[in-house]
Nanobody
Framework: VQLQASGRGLVQAGGSLRLSCAAS????????MGWFRQAPGKEREFVAA????????SSADSVKGRFTISRDNAKNTVYLQMNSLKPEDTAVYYC???????????????WGQGTQVTVSS
């Protein structure tokens, strides 16, 4: 599966942004999807994940209550709605796909190219 993330932007603290990740190839609904981010000088970290059907989600404590992951299997797309953004959310955001449950591990098999999110104070 190939992944293409979009929705990069520069927003002020407190603002919102929605990222999208479109998947090509077959059987999108057969993949668990995740969002990760990597800030300069830091390791890539888990942000949120969603089950194949979309019925189960998980997110990092740092974004709970602010970020929401969702998916539309008919459109082969996963989303990350980001609200109440903070400067510390500034990072390159990546979507990822894997057939297996990986929790918050970064060991997903397929990765998108990354999209920049910058939050100004």
């Amino acid at each position: 599966v190939q992944l293409q993330a979009s929705g990069r932007g520069l927003v002020q603290a407190g603002g919102s942004l929605r990222l999208s990740c479109a998947a090509s190839g077959r059987s999108f609904s057969g993949y668990r999807m995740g969002w990760f981010r990597q800030a300069p000088g830091k390791e890539r970290e888990f942000v949120a994940a969603i089950s194949r059907s979309g019925g189960s989600t998980s997110s990092a404590d740092s974004v709970k209550g602010r970020f929401t992951i969702s998916r539309d299997n008919a459109k082969n797309t996963v989303y990350l709605q980001m609200n109440s953004l903070k400067p510390e959310d500034t990072a390159v955001y990546y979507c990822a796909a894997d057939r297996n449950y990986l929790g918050n591990s970064v060991d997903y098999l397929y990765w998108g190219q990354g999209t920049q999110v910058t939050v100004s104070s």
